[in-house]
């Protein structure tokens, strides 16, 4: 996270798996690294500082994980107003062969799906 809260746009999409998938808060979902680049850009414009607190991986073989975690996140719009969110994650991550944990399904917004 902390390359997103230095605006680090470059450093933000190694945490992207090549065959990446980004699931947009209407529940969309955004393929191919360009696509998501462009997501990741706006936030990493931001500069926002995100802070999981809570987490539990469960493994699905040997290079899968399942992720849930929640979060909280503050930061400024480019209007100059505060942005407060909190919200729960939901994350396929695949571990490439360096043994580096990336997101293959990276859904941020996974708690509005329980919301109604």
Not at 30 to 55: R, T, W
Not at 85 to 98: C, E, L, P, V
Request: hydrophobic content about 40%.
């Amino acid at each position: 996270m902390d390359c997103i809260r230095e605006g680090n746009l470059k450093n933000a999409m190694t945490c992207f798996d090549h065959e990446a998938v980004y699931m947009d808060k209407d529940g969309n979902a955004i393929s191919g690294l360009a696509n998501i680049e462009k997501v990741v850009a706006n936030l990493c414009n931001m500069k926002p500082d995100i802070k999981i607190y809570k987490h539990k991986n469960s493994p699905v073989g040997n290079d899968l994980i399942y992720r849930l975690d929640k979060w909280t996140m503050t930061a400024t719009d480019p209007q100059g107003n505060p942005i407060k969110m909190q919200g729960a994650s939901a994350h396929i991550m695949r571990k490439n062969a360096d043994g580096v944990w990336l997101w293959l399904v990276d859904n941020p917004f996974a708690a509005s799906f329980f919301a109604d």
